[in-house]
């Protein structure tokens, strides 16, 4: 590869670092989430209905009902329409602490993040379902997509700079 061509890579790496390490707000937030933060029920909501400034894709959307169990409370898939995200939520079980998770892609491709709480006060008689949903651990979801594209870009970096190294080291004829 010509040093011209490795310019090309990094300044590219570079630009993919800077795209994903980038402003953290984006422009499409929540402006809204049913059962609202810190809500105390004593029934089982039917869903969780996150609503937003502006649509976002439809695609790419996940929320997550996690349960002071560890389980998954929700039932089949989020679906988004027009500016709300829904996932249908089983009859809860456990009193206790349930964190809603959420991720979605605004249009303008930015990650939408976020999560919130709401406390069941009265036991229900519902059993958690299969945590396949991808938004199930809430600490996995903001990053994933930006985490795998910065780790590239620091390998790529590194590995150029390893080439770099050695390229300095066995080679001491001048380069002009
Ligand atoms: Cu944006």
New binding site residues.
């Given amino acids: 590869m010509s040093t011209n061509s490795l310019r090309t890579v990094v300044a590219l790496v570079l630009a993919f670092l800077l795209a994903a390490v980038g402003?953290a707000?984006?422009?499409?937030t929540a402006i809204a989430v049913d059962p609202a933060d810190g809500a105390q029920l004593s029934t089982s909501p039917k869903s969780v209905t996150i609503t937003f400034t502006e649509a976002p894709q439809a695609d790419f959307a996940a929320l997550s009902v996690v349960g002071p169990d560890g389980g998954q409370w929700t039932d089949g898939e989020p679906t988004v329409d027009g500016e709300r995200l829904t996932v249908a939520v089983r009859e809860l079980g456990p009193a206790g602490k349930y964190t809603i998770a959420y991720r979605v892609a605004?249009?303008?491709?930015?990650p939408i993040t976020g999560s919130s709480t709401f406390t069941l006060l009265t036991p229900g008689n519902g059993t958690p379902g299969q945590s396949t949903n991808s938004a199930s651990s809430s600490s996995s979801i903001p990053v994933a997509a930006g985490a795998g594209l910065a780790a590239l870009a620091v390998l790529s970096l590194l590995v150029f700079a390893i080439r770099r190294t050695r390229r300095s080291e066995t080679d001491n004829t001048p380069t002009a």
């Fill in positions: 402003p707000q984006a422009h499409t605004a249009q303008d491709g930015h």
